[in-house]
């Protein structure tokens, strides 16, 4: 799989939209683009997935630059109960092994 | 339950004791994955479960760690002759596996578990 590199900790006042940024400069071109949460005490949460479109749903948003060395997750209005770790991980095609990184540590400031 | 349970939510254990965690994930998942996430890390990759083929375990750390997976449903991890090492959070997740693209895992709580 490949690696993707996440900043560290992020903060975001509530109510604004929070913008995490993964990149994945060695994404191969069957890797999807996934991402989960996890909020403390918690299992992970899946959130979304894209390959190379622009993907929506009802919790977040998943732009993928043209060239797929990059993405953004946007939480469109963020809230406090969006504090949590976000990890962004690249997965191979029938790859069941997700692996995650440290991930960004997203703090939504009241 | 609508998602996937774990038990027991903390385990506190002697070093050299073996322990048994559970998982019973969504009805009618085929796949079953387990991890462990040590204190500030992401998450480790154990072992894979896939209806009746072969389980992956190229993620089991040692083989103290074993993991079972009866009737297709739930599944039991078994750490033999605890370590302090081996303390961390445990987790179990389980999808709906068709195959393409990789469906969605669902996680459940994790075990707790701490070795003294």
């Known amino acids: 799989d490949a690696k993707t590199t996440q900043p560290t900790s992020m903060d975001c006042a509530e109510g604004r939209a929070a913008n995490l940024p993964c990149n994945h400069s060695?994404?191969?071109?069957?890797?999807?683009v996934y991402w989960y949460r996890q909020i403390h005490s918690q299992g992970p949460q899946y959130i979304i997935h894209?390959?190379?479109n622009n993907e929506t749903n009802e919790m977040a948003s998943l732009i993928i630059t043209e060239d797929r060395k990059s993405s953004t997750l946007i939480l469109p209005h963020a809230t406090l109960r969006d504090t949590a770790v976000y990890y962004c991980i690249a997965a191979d095609f029938g790859n069941e092994k997700l692996t995650f990184g440290t991930g960004t540590r997203l703090t939504i400031i009241p | 339950g609508a998602g996937v349970s774990q038990s027991p939510s903390n385990k506190v254990t002697e070093k050299g004791k073996d322990v048994e965690l559970r998982c019973d994930p969504i009805s009618g998942h085929t796949a079953l994955y387990w991890y462990r996430q040590s204190l500030g890390q992401g998450l480790e990759f154990l072992i894979y479960?896939?209806?009746?083929?072969?389980?992956?375990k190229s993620g089991l750390p040692s083989d103290r760690f074993s993991a079972e997976r009866t009737g297709g449903s739930v599944s039991t991890l078994t750490i033999q002759r605890t370590q302090q090492e081996d303390s961390a959070v445990y987790l179990c997740?389980?999808?709906?596996?068709?195959?393409?693209?990789?469906?969605?895992?669902?996680f459940g709580p994790g075990t707790r578990l701490l070795v003294l």
């Open positions: 479960f896939q209806g009746n083929s072969a389980p992956d």
């Open positions: 060695t994404i191969s071109g069957n890797e999807y």
């Open positions: 894209g390959l190379k």
């Open positions: 997740a389980s999808s709906g596996f068709t195959g393409f693209p990789q469906e969605t895992q669902y």
